[in-house]
């Protein structure tokens, strides 16, 4: 019989003969899709519970695993107004009924939101806590979402405008959830829904490997959303 929580067994019981990166980041793809189901948070949080064993399996140091989401996954019945003055402080447009309205009948489609108005905010993850949320376009996570870019950061110090929620953290890598159709086509940010988020304690901790397989969590992820 086998548990949940024997998705998160990395090692190799059966053999002395340690598991390459790629093995490894293969066995959380097959185990995340084993564990998949149709809700968002649930998958989110196993999602993160799998990298972290994943990456501690692998002896990389990692002191963070998990997700910023865009602030429309999070916050759906907030009107208009109030959205905009708690986590912008830039709009002052004045909500009218119909708006209000329309926000209401359509919350059970994918959200929509000028880009300007956007913020990631904290989701599932392993690990201290965390920046409860970052501006769009702002630090690693913002840079990633803003762009749909992966970013691969040996040293977090070189980083411009580096958000360090963590003193300890050395080296990042962040990849950017994109969903077709998530957004306005005027949107300045593309189609970035959520970001995976990855640090680690030392310098140089991710490379090409992590991009490539990570990318394909992502896209994985992207169903849920």
Known sequence: ????????????????????????LQQLLDAYSALETPYLISNLSNCASLLWHAYHSLGINVN?????????????HISTTNHQEKLNHESHKETSSATTSTTASSSSSSPSFATSSVELLLGPFQGKVACQSIQWGKGVCGTAASTAQTQVVPDINKFPGHIACDGETKSEIVVPIIKEGSFNSDDEGGRA???????CLDFNGFDEVDKEFLEQLAKLLSKSF
């Open 1 to 24: 019989m086998v548990h949940h929580a024997d998705y998160t067994n990395f090692s190799n019981p059966s053999s002395a003969e340690t598991k390459t990166k790629r093995e490894t």
């Open 64 to 76: 963070w695993a998990g997700f910023y989401t865009s602030q429309n996954y999070q916050v759906r």
């Open 193 to 199: 829904v959520a970001v995976i988020d990855l640090d």
